[in-house]
């Protein structure tokens, strides 16, 4: 992935970081779904990598990436210096003031989320979305199970052990509960797609329209 070299020269957690993520997660299979102008929210974008790989795959695609931690906000704007797309910014999705987004992307990121926050996080991501807006949500499938509980020990030595990810308890859910939070919070044409395949971990992409 060529993104993963406009992270060369930063310290080496993060490049280590950023290369695990590059190979355990089918970010140019998400990409792929992304429109080739317009704007792009990357929800959760931790050190930038796919708010990179959207801007270097699209160059007409305005990317703004936004992540609660100010480290990882800070090594994601050092990937992107010298140029002005993608843009970086610590914060929430709620707590957003731009709205009118062409596509928001969420990978890997939801199930850190408290269940009962999802409605309200589900909500902000509808909301900043134009009228027909696309949400690209990616997290992950319950089965094959031993997939699952694979990434549930990869998870928890990340979160709770490693402490290179923020969360606090874990919200996975199926394809059934997962398509009723989407609908529940104002999305409609909500399609799931396999991408798992190749991969150790059961990768699914939730692709939904705002109502």
């Excluded at 959760?44 to 936004?66: K, M, Q, R």
């Excluded at 408290?114 to 979305?129: H, M």
């Excluded at 694979?150 to 509960?177: K, N, P, W, Y």
Aim: proline fraction near 5%; charge should be neutral; glycine fraction near 10%.
């Amino acid at each position: 992935m060529s993104a993963v070299g406009l992270y060369r020269g930063l310290p080496a957690r993060v490049r280590w970081h950023v290369g695990l993520r590059a190979w355990t997660c089918p970010m140019e299979a998400v990409a792929d779904r992304l429109p080739r102008e317009g704007r792009l929210l990357d929800v959760g974008c931790g050190h930038g990598l796919f708010s990179n790989l959207a801007a270097l795959s699209n160059p007409a695609l305005s990317v703004l990436g936004v992540d609660p931690s100010e480290e990882k906000i800070h090594w994601a704007s050092a990937s992107a210096s010298g140029r002005d797309n993608p843009r970086f910014l610590r914060g929430s999705v709620e707590d957003l003031p731009e709205d009118g987004f062409d596509v928001v992307a969420v990978l890997d990121v939801l199930y850190l989320v408290q269940r009962e926050r999802w409605p309200a996080f589900l909500g902000a991501c509808r909301d900043r979305l134009r009228s027909g807006g696309l949400l690209l949500l990616k997290e992950v499938d319950l089965t094959p199970r031993w997939k699952f509980y694979r990434c549930m020990l990869q998870e928890t030595m990340s979160v709770r052990l490693l402490g290179i990810t923020l969360g606090r308890a874990f919200a996975f859910a199926g394809r059934d509960e997962m398509r009723a939070a989407l609908e529940e919070a104002g999305f409609r044409d909500v399609r799931c797609q396999d991408l798992g395949r190749g991969y150790l971990t059961p990768h699914l992409l939730y692709e939904a329209a705002r109502g």
